[in-house]
């Protein structure tokens, strides 16, 4: 009995380690093979939602199917069609003919950095918050039950 | 002041019934309290049902108004037109912030009377009582807004006879009819357990009778809510062109901000009702969850966000953000004041437990409604600070909530296989190793079909092996128990744990895998993009009082033929596309004719904009299995086990809701003749590891 359990055991582990290089593999495969925006039209909708439409709210240019949103996919398909410049590149031209703040990522600088800084350390207290009780609990001793207590289960169990 | 017609009089004659009513409610309510008068106290359901007299009135009212045209009204005058069609008519009560408020408070005082009479055996319990006074003071605050600043009912500019009629996007979509009232009932609903909350912190009942009493009500409008958020991403994806069902726009934010918290709340209060613990946090959520709903209102309905839904703003900003504050203060002075009673009596054993997954699942939950609050309101503190206009927008959501989303799915994988208190590695391995096949079987499958990318191939991994997880355990159970096997919490929430995962699988997959090309399309001549051909037949052009429509008909891949169309409003001017959308089980087309372009009937070419989006069918199937997953979850809860009989024991057959009452009452014996195991349990099998 205690042999085949363990001879079981050992069968598990080595199907663990199958699985776990089966599961590199077909990651490397989807990896390897992603090559971004596959089409020139799948690259300027990237470009697109990264652009906030300059007269509505909160809608990106992507989205938005007004006509000033219209123009600036135009410009940018001309933009990604010549295929001369990055798409930072000509989300500045944007920016610079456009006029304004386009940009709908924050940047990483000043105080736009706050909200990206500001998730990363909000995750970083909740683990050390949930780290420092679990230590807690395991380090309070186990409560005796008191007399009370025991009366308290043994008048219950007693109800039928 | 002399209101305008017959329907403003007597529709605020409603409002005024539900104001009185709820006002002087409470207040003998706290009275009744007070003497320990329990006849007094048990009249709280009269006054709820006043109110909800009050409430239908008033409503009846406003779509009597809409119905007739009464232009006398402003709102009438704002919102209705002669044009309109029917149904969009009645749908033009939501369409605007009065009629929106207006809507809240009816669904508020339905609510209400339905507490009142599910509970009319019990009101004079000070719990019961208590519960009651914060759903009427909730229910009075909406009365003074629809009473005060947001008057539905106003009088108008006189002598105009006409109106615009709604908003252009609120008046071309059936859904509109169901999308604002399914998320309301959820966005209100949240409102009982809360006021449950209140009512254990008030009376020092602090243990889990609350929360076996709100239990249902918790999960319904959970329910309702997930369904009203993926309405709307329908209708966004049905109406908008863009070809897209979420834009982290704020008052989508402004709905998945409760829908985040109250999810983690209705885990983490299964520890609550197993070990005792998480007082604090439980409340906490709770009270979170409530107050985020009036803090998302107020962040939407005051115009300080904009956002494609700013056709409701208006002046209510002012007395939301003083109720956010009450709430606010009110329930963390409660919880102070009882933190003696709160502390928990037990302990987790190890974070590698049933529990330890819950709290896990809880940090990420509320790290994910944190993030999109800071994003949310990130505009506002920069402009604060420095006078400056900034746009947090989609490409900053979607970049941090993937990875919670990625840690999410893989938490949904372990918990179910996690046991109480502590796993070992020998149990966890034997446990998850099918499921975690199934997790290679999806990423093999999604890799044979062509998907690349590290994140949703991540995604269709761990939804595979989540997916796994949840069928071992409804296997397990429907083996033990046949078809009883599905229902329960927690075989309930495993088919809504299925119904998630395909969400996620969908919105990973259509997130990722949208392709898309613009093609100028002449009239007889098949061109081909992204694997279909598309064939313009003509284009036609319809006019009536209310729209000018002009629609491409083109024939996708030689077999059908679809209609993209641009409509003109002619009230507002405004150039609307409609998409058409073959929808399909692996993947739709979406076809839209560019509204702008200058596109008339009888023209001999057009420009199409064509989306291929792989899985978007699987949205709404999803949706579904949600829904019918929680109806299983929330109501066979009624066998429990008594708290001093061993797990091994027959649960009894008794009634949850009464399970107080008997108690106390102990003569009543409960019924053990239907013999069944509670789903937790692990089979004797499975301990031994074979």
């Given at each position: 009995m205690e042999r085949t359990r363990r001879a079981a055991g050992r069968g598990r582990l080595i199907g663990w380690a199958l699985l776990g290089a089966v599961v590199v593999a077909l990651l490397t495969v989807g990896i390897v093979r992603d090559r971004g925006a596959e089409s020139s039209q799948d690259r300027a909708d990237d470009v697109a939602r990264r652009?906030?439409?300059?007269?509505?709210?909160?809608?990106?240019v992507f989205e938005s199917r007004n006509n000033a949103s219209e123009a600036i996919r135009a410009a940018i398909d001309e933009r990604v069609t010549a295929g001369r410049q990055s798409d930072d590149q000509i989300i500045s031209y944007i920016e610079s003919r456009f006029g304004g703040q386009l940009l709908l990522v924050p940047r990483a600088t000043g105080i736009d950095a706050v909200v990206w800084a500001v998730p990363a350390g909000a995750l970083v207290v909740a683990l050390a918050a949930l780290a420092l009780t679990f230590r807690r609990w395991s380090a309070q001793p186990r409560a005796a039950p008191t007399e009370s207590d025991r009366d308290l289960v043994a008048a219950a169990m007693d109800d039928p | 002041m002399l209101a305008a017609s017959l329907n403003g009089t007597i529709g605020r004659a409603g409002l005024l019934l539900v104001l009185a009513a709820t006002v002087s409610g409470a207040l003998s309510t706290a009275y009744a309290i007070r003497k320990g008068d329990a006849r007094m106290s048990s009249q709280s359901r009269w006054y709820a049902l006043l109110a909800l007299l009050g409430a239908v009135v008033a409503v009846a009212m406003m779509q009597r108004a809409l119905i007739t045209r009464d232009f006398e009204l402003a709102y009438v005058q704002q919102v209705g037109s002669d044009s309109t069609p029917r149904i969009y008519n009645i749908a033009a009560m939501w369409s605007a912030l009065e009629g929106s408020i207006l809507l809240w408070l009816i669904v508020l005082a339905l609510l209400v009377g339905a507490v009142a009479w599910r509970y009319r055996a019990r009101a004079g319990d000070p719990l019961v009582a208590w519960a009651m006074i914060v759903l009427l003071v909730v229910t009075a605050f909406f009365a003074l807004l629809s009473f005060g600043p947001?008057?539905?009912f106003a009088a108008g500019v006189p002598g105009r006879d006409f109106g615009r009629g709604p908003n252009p996007l609120l008046?071309?979509?059936?859904l509109v009819l169901f999308h604002p009232p399914i998320l309301y009932l959820g966005y209100v609903g949240i409102t009982v357990p809360f006021a449950f909350a209140i009512a254990a912190l008030v009376t020092g009942r602090v243990g889990e009778g609350w929360l076996a009493e709100t239990r249902r009500w918790a999960l319904l409008s959970w329910a309702f809510l997930t369904l009203g958020i993926l309405l709307g991403g329908w209708w966004s994806y049905e109406v908008l062109g863009w070809s897209g069902v979420w834009a982290w726009d704020p008052v989508e934010n402004a709905s998945l901000l409760p829908w985040l918290t109250g999810t983690a709340y209705i885990h983490s209060v299964m520890v609550q009702e197993r070990r005792g613990m998480l007082r604090v946090w439980n409340l906490s959520l709770l009270i979170a969850t409530f107050a985020l709903t009036i803090l998302g209102t107020f962040l939407t309905r005051s115009g300080v966000l904009s956002s494609v839904h700013a056709f409701a703003a208006g002046s209510v900003g002012g007395y939301l953000l003083a109720f956010f504050g009450v709430i606010v203060v009110v329930s963390l002075g409660l919880i102070a004041w009882r933190g003696d009673r709160l502390r928990?009596?037990?302990?987790?054993?190890?974070?590698?437990?049933r529990e330890g997954a819950f709290l896990a699942n809880n940090v990420m939950f509320a790290l994910f409604a944190f993030v999109v609050l800071l994003g949310t309101v990130f505009p506002l503190i920069v402009e604060a600070l420095q006078d400056r206009q900034t746009i947090v927008g989609a490409p900053y959501f979607d970049r941090l909530s993937m990875p919670i989303g990625l840690v999410l799915l893989f938490l949904m994988a372990v918990a179910p296989a996690l046991p109480w208190r502590k796993a070992s590695g020998e149990v966890l391995g034997q446990r998850l190793y099918w499921p975690a096949w199934c997790g290679v079987g999806a990423l093999a499958v999604a890799v044979a079909v062509g998907a690349s990318g590290w994140a949703p191939l991540l995604a269709f991994g761990l939804g595979g092996f989540a997916a796994g997880a949840a069928g071992r355990q409804l296997v397990l159970a429907t083996r033990r128990?046949?078809?009883?096997?599905?229902?329960g919490r927690t075989n309930g929430g495993m088919i809504v744990h299925l119904g998630i995962i395909i969400i996620a699988v969908a919105l990973a997959a259509s997130n990722s895998y949208t392709r898309s090309a613009t093609l100028t399309l002449d009239v007889g001549t098949p061109a081909s993009a992204l694997g279909h051909t598309f064939e313009l037949e003509r284009i036609v052009e319809t006019q009536d009082e209310r729209a000018r429509v002009v629609k491409a008909e083109v024939l996708l891949d030689g077999d059908r033929v679809y209609r993209p169309a641009s409509t003109k409003y002619l009230q507002f001017g405004q150039d609307i596309g409609t998409p058409s959308v073959r929808t399909g089980v692996t993947k739709d087309v979406y076809l839209t004719l560019e509204p702008g372009s200058g596109v008339r009937g009888g023209d001999r070419d057009a420009v199409i904009r064509v989306f291929v989006k792989p899985l978007i069918l699987w949205l709404w199937i999803g949706g579904g299995i949600v829904a019918f997953g929680t109806l299983l979850a929330a109501f066979p809860s009624s066998r429990r086990r008594r708290p001093t009989d061993p797990a091994s024991a027959p649960v009894p057959v008794g009634r949850s809701e009464e399970r107080v009452a008997a108690e106390r009452a102990a003569g009543e014996r409960p019924d053990t003749s239907r013999v069944g195991t509670d789903s937790d349990d692990v089979p004797a099998e499975e301990l031994t590891g074979v």
């Open positions: 652009i906030a439409c300059p007269v509505c709210d909160g809608e990106s | 947001a008057d539905p008046q071309n979509h059936i928990a009596p037990g302990l987790i054993d190890s974070p590698v437990s128990q046949g078809w009883r096997g599905l229902v």
